[in-house]
């Protein structure tokens, strides 16, 4: 095989593209982004991801980058697209992007002379969208017919921001919608070369990978809304304990322990977009996902809990300030897309409550939506002694070492949305708040 050819060099292209290359495949990044292109080339990391650097190291001179869509044809015998796929007001995916890299794409492959050339669509289309849309665009472009001069197959990756890296190299599983057996066989091979573990192989018909990659993702939104209305009933009840409630489900082998952690509400790039699309693509054709629908309402119910929780402790004092810590949807990340944080955050400042944010990753783009009318703290000791409210929004490994010492206020309301802090380490100033258990209105840390 001539080499391996990434559209997109974005947070998941750019990882993608290392990972290929760092595993011996000769890889070309393409990108109409300069920036990100120049960066590649520099030996640089495009984009924030934790070891993504390492893999451009190890990939030395396999790992190059242009702008150039012609390049990507003759230079290599697949081509992965990772494009954005925005959704829209009715909750489908729009084509957009994945339309105008497909037709230069395909333009470039009417031009040449090669036999055959495989598409691989990584990014996250609406179903039926690669056999009614993409397909005929590439035949009539290109002048040939699919599993003739190309194929094509669906390959959407189950990763998360933050651990890009590890997911790719070590998945559950690897998802081939395939056009032919050759085609998903030379995706297949390309995946036995690269991952480090022993993955299932899922080979199938491209609309039943495209169904499977949302469904797949709606389902576990539903686990997560499920585990927080179960922490919203442990609240209300003394001697409940969400942690030792899911713990308990998630032994049961028909549930499993991921994603059943009460706490915030999913956010993200990913998780939201895809249970929605779930929702319109059922509908299309009949069917009331109702599930769905509802795992959407309690996720922005989650935000309107921890709200009301806040206001209640602010008790009308005037000139009151919360700190948030953690406003990316979740650790190790500086993506803020549907992030419940930034969602709390936004509905403070229509009460007219000051906030401080700490997220050394994420500030930036929590500074660009919301400028002026949030502060920023450097330190997370910095933060807290801003305030007599504290939100522990993201489960950071970071946030596990507080203490009394890093309180000013005399008394101090603590909520902790991921139970992760020592409450013994608190002192008996601080109104300790976890999320999904039962909290005596008199109760402090120390009692």
Known sequence: MKGISVIGLGKLGACS??????????VLGVDINKDFVNAINNGNASVFEPRLQEMIDKAESRLTATRSYEDAIDESDVTFLIVPTPSKEN??????????ALELLAEALKKSTKAYHLFVITSTVSPTATDELLI??????????????????????FIALGSVITNFLNPDMVLIGESSKEAGSMLESIYHKVCENSPYIARMS??????????LNSYVTMKISYANTLANICEKIPGADIDSISGALGADKRISPYYLKGGLGYGGPCFPRDNRAFAAFAAEHGVDAKLAKTTDEINLFQVDHLIDLVMSHVNGRQDISVSILGAAYKPDT????????????????????????????AAENVRAIFRECVSFSSTVRECLETSSICIVAIPSDEFKTIDESYF??????????????????LGNKIKYIAIGRFTNEYCYAGI
Not at 146 to 155: A, E, H, I
Not at 408 to 425: F, N
């Open 91 to 100: 909750g489908h995916f729009s084509n957009k992007y994945m339309l105008n």
């Open 206 to 215: 491209i609309i039943s990978g495209e169904i499977t990659k949302i469904s």
């Open 136 to 157: 005929p665009l590439i035949e009539r472009l290109s002048g040939r017919k699919l599993n003739d001069g190309f194929g094509v197959c669906y390959n959407p990756e």
């Open 17 to 26: 593209a290392a990972c290929f290359a760092a595993k011996g495949f000769n």
């Open 408 to 425: 000013m206020h005399a008394e101090t309301t603590v909520i902790d949305c991921w139970r992760i802090l020592d409450k013994s380490r």
């Open 334 to 361: 500086p993506v803020v897309e549907e992030s419940p944080a930034i969602a709390i955050i936004s509905e403070l400042i229509k009460k007219n409550i000051k906030v401080n944010v700490y997220d050394p990753i």
